[in-house]
């Protein structure tokens, strides 16, 4: 515990808020309201996390194992999953051991969590793109699912907010599914991928951009550009990807209204007895196991989509018996996770750039846009929705170089100049993808786990399908020989995009939450993560989620100053 | 299936395996509660000379199977105008990964060694390291390219048994020898962290070769 506010006990309070998280939107729900004067306690369930810890400039052959290590793959068989889980950080990621979930038979789920304050941000792709109309009202335009109850003219002014904030490398395009932000100035462009992104535009018309990320590339609030050193999931010296700990946290610490606890693994929101209001979370001791409770007169989950429903659905009372604000009974389903498993790789012959191990590494690649069911495109007719690809062009060492050898040791040096895009696709949200607790299964604090139901469906493998052939379709107009297609599903959760299960809406009896994340049913009572999420775009998700927490605060901090919670 | 398939095989299986009992699993994680929650690459420590004493002995293989590997690994990446993979050890670091590994995983190493020897002694009457470079060259040959089926009767390969033990073998010697220090230089490393920023492509528009 650190960070108390009035030198007193910090139980022994009532809090205006209790902010359950402290990742990217957890980060933002702290600064905005501790900034705006009310007092809040930060919960986080992992430790704190210290800059001597980042490994980001250390040589794999100085780790025992050199990144290979056993001991990840025994107490993270889930977590090894994701490319970010290594031996130099594997701390930072949930040990498997002690946080189970389950899944039917057949139906498997990888699901990434980091319990640390900064949660995934430490760790996070940093991919930042807004969602547009196109997304927001794509119900009303093709008929599957539901409108938000929101239009891109409501989250406009805060993507403004939190993007001058968090610092967002990219190019503007004017592209219709893709709207332009406030951007520091774009990486640059490898050769190959100028030509890519030429014969792209030439022969289909799509837009080929550099990658939107929150990576800084010149000095910005306070931290220092890039260095272009490469793995920011080990951690970064100069701060240069936005993670909460450096960036939101840090400022709500010094709006001196904020009390952060860490530890504390939190088990469920306390109602208040005899009214229909949220008292605060009673948690565990992630240490000592002792069980404890804030007082709030307002509870913000940001727990990532999974574990705030899972709080809320470890919450039931006599009122709201299948799990807290879950009179509609949607709390838990439409479950969405992107679709990944598509895509092509290739080489281009036209460029003879030998791979070069002192190279600046630019932690960024290039994007697609959606070209697919877009208003200018007209209607597929195969899938509704459509995908966007990541990807690069560039000369890598060539470690499949054939035969043995000192021709296998030129062949290496020699490398190739290789080309890749991989597809994202829109997760529909349906009621069968759901997450319920797993009445047999207990977490090592004795708190009830997670039983997940999700499968990609047909609309999810057409167009996997299609952004295999069009990937490669693609690849070969830039020149790219020996191409490579993958155009399979991989299982759900693999795109660490969570979204949904306590949706918004504007009807209590289809929705958990209203359209600035207070919940229907418990009016002081708020689910400011990814789980408020109605459909899922395709978009990386992480920017549109800060932004539509900050929208939440500004409404929960303007009925704060009415006096209505 | 590459090492990595191979790792990420064995971790699904842990996986079921650890959610299978999980009453258990938690009350042996909070027995098992660690010290400190750094790794130890968190906390600084520098294990590149861990390998290199004097005094180093095998922690999974036996005598002749780390001096078949030894021979192997030379062979395989040689000393040139640059070190080899005898010279980066890389058997010391692949017995300290196999002696951490699951059961499964260090049978199919040992399989793979084991089809080596099988081979030679069928083929020369001895074991591989005891073979003349050249016919260590000779044998290794005949497994180091796929075979492929054939072009004029459209007939398909049977399945090419040797070529996978000698790709087996050769992606544990190859990431042990690039993630060696030795490996570093060989690709050319400064050993230098940033380069400065980002170029990109320098051509005037239109000309990108």
Not at chain 1, 235 to 244: E, I, K, L, N, R
């Amino acid at each position: 515990m650190s960070g108390n506010f009035w030198g007193q006990d910090p139980l022994q309070q009532t809090y205006d808020a209790v902010v359950v998280g402290s990742g990217a939107t957890g980060g933002w729900a702290a600064k905005q309201l501790s900034e705006a004067g009310l007092k809040v306690a930060l919960l986080e369930a992992g430790r704190a996390v210290s800059p001597k810890e980042f490994t980001e400039h250390m040589p794999a052959y100085k780790l025992k194992y050199r990144d290979h290590s056993p001991e990840v793959v025994r107490t993270r068989p889930v977590q090894k999953q994701c490319y970010a889980c290594m031996e130099y950080n594997y701390e930072w990621f949930v040990n498997d051991l002690e946080n189970p979930y389950s899944t039917p038979p057949g139906k498997p789920f990888t699901w990434q969590r980091l319990r640390i304050l900064g949660g995934r941000s430490l760790v996070w792709g940093r991919q930042s793109y807004r969602m547009s109309d196109n997304d927001l009202k794509a119900a009303s335009r093709d008929g599957y699912g539901d409108d938000w109850p929101i239009a891109y003219a409501d989250l406009s002014p805060y993507y403004d907010i939190v993007e001058k904030y968090v610092g967002i490398t990219g190019a503007a395009e004017g592209n219709e599914m893709l709207p332009d932000g406030q951007f520091l100035p774009p990486m640059k462009m490898s050769c190959g991928e100028i030509l890519m992104r030429d014969r792209v535009k030439a022969k289909f018309g799509r837009t080929v951009t550099i990658g939107r990320a929150a990576i800084l590339t010149q000095n910005h609030n306070g931290r220092l550009q890039c260095h272009y050193c490469g793995p920011c999931e080990r951690g970064c010296s100069t701060f240069s990807y936005f993670s909460s700990p450096f960036t939101t946290v840090k400022d709500a610490m010094a709006s001196g209204n904020c009390t952060l606890i860490t530890n504390a693994v939190v088990a469920h929101v306390n109602m208040d007895a005899g009214s229909n209001k949220a008292s605060g979370v009673t948690y565990v001791d992630r240490l000592t196991r002792q069980v404890k409770e804030v007082r709030a007169k307002s509870v913000i989950l940001c727990a990532q989509a999974l574990e705030s429903t899972r709080i809320l659905l470890n919450s039931s009372t006599r009122e709201y018996p299948n799990g807290l604000a879950n009179s509609s009974g949607a709390l838990g389903h439409y479950l969405m996770d992107h679709v990944v498993g598509a895509g092509a790789s290739g080489r281009l012959p036209d460029f003879k750039t030998l791979p070069n191990a002192n190279e600046p590494a630019r932690p960024n690649g290039i994007y697609v846009p959606r070209f697919r069911n877009t208003p200018t495109s007209g209607k597929h007719s195969r899938f509704i929705r459509g995908y966007g690809y990541q990807g690069g062009a560039g000369p890598e060492f060539n470690f499949s170089a054939e035969g043995y050898g000192a021709s296998l040791k030129k062949g290496v040096k020699e490398g190739l100049y290789a080309a890749s895009l991989g597809a994202f696709g829109e997760s529909l949200a349906r009621w069968d993808n759901y997450i319920e607790i797993d009445r047999d299964l207990k977490d090592a604090w004795g708190i009830p786990a997670l039983h997940i139901n999700m499968s990609h469906g047909d609309n999810e493998a057409a167009l996997m399908e299609d952004a295999g052939a069009t990937a490669a379709e693609m690849l070969e107009a830039a020149g790219a020989k020996d191409i490579r297609v993958q155009a399979g599903v991989e299982m759900p959760g693999m795109a660490i995009h969570e979204l949904g299960t306590a949706r918004m809406g504007n009807d209590p009896k289809k929705s958990v939450l209203t359209p600035f994340n207070q919940t229907h049913d418990v009016k002081n009572l708020f689910v400011m993560d990814g789980a408020s999420f109605v459909s899922s775009a395709c978009q990386n998700p992480t920017l549109s989620m800060m932004a539509i927490t900050v929208r939440a605060c500004d409404h929960l901090i303007d009925r704060f100053h009415k006096s209505d919670v | 299936m590459n090492r990595r398939d191979m790792i990420r095989a064995s971790v699904i299986t842990g996986a079921a395996a650890a959610l299978g009992s999980p009453r258990g699993a938690a009350q042996n994680a909070a027995a098992q509660a660690a010290p400190s929650e750094l790794t130890p690459a968190g906390s600084g420590v520098d294990a590149s000379k861990d390998l290199a004493g004097p005094g180093w002995k095998p922690l999974f293989l036996d005598e002749h199977q780390n001096e078949t590997l030894i021979a192997l690994s030379d062979l395989m990446i040689p000393a040139t105008d640059t070190p080899g993979a005898k010279e980066a050890l890389v058997n010391r670091y692949i017995d300290l990964v196999l002696a951490a590994e699951a059961r499964d995983t260090q049978r199919a190493f040992l399989n793979s060694l084991g089809y080596l020897d099988g081979e030679s002694i069928r083929r020369y009457k001895t074991a591989f390291r005891y073979l003349s470079r050249e016919d260590q060259d000779d044998l290794l040959h005949s497994f180091a390219y796929p075979k492929n089926g054939s072009g004029w009767t459209g007939e398909a390969a049977p399945p090419d048994v040797g070529h996978g033990h000698f790709e087996a073998l050769k992606e544990r010697i190859m990431t042990a020898y690039y993630s060696s220090q030795i490996g570093e230089k060989e690709l050319g490393w400064d050993g230098a962290f940033a380069h400065g920023p980002y170029q990109g492509c320098e051509h005037p528009e239109g000309d990108h070769k």
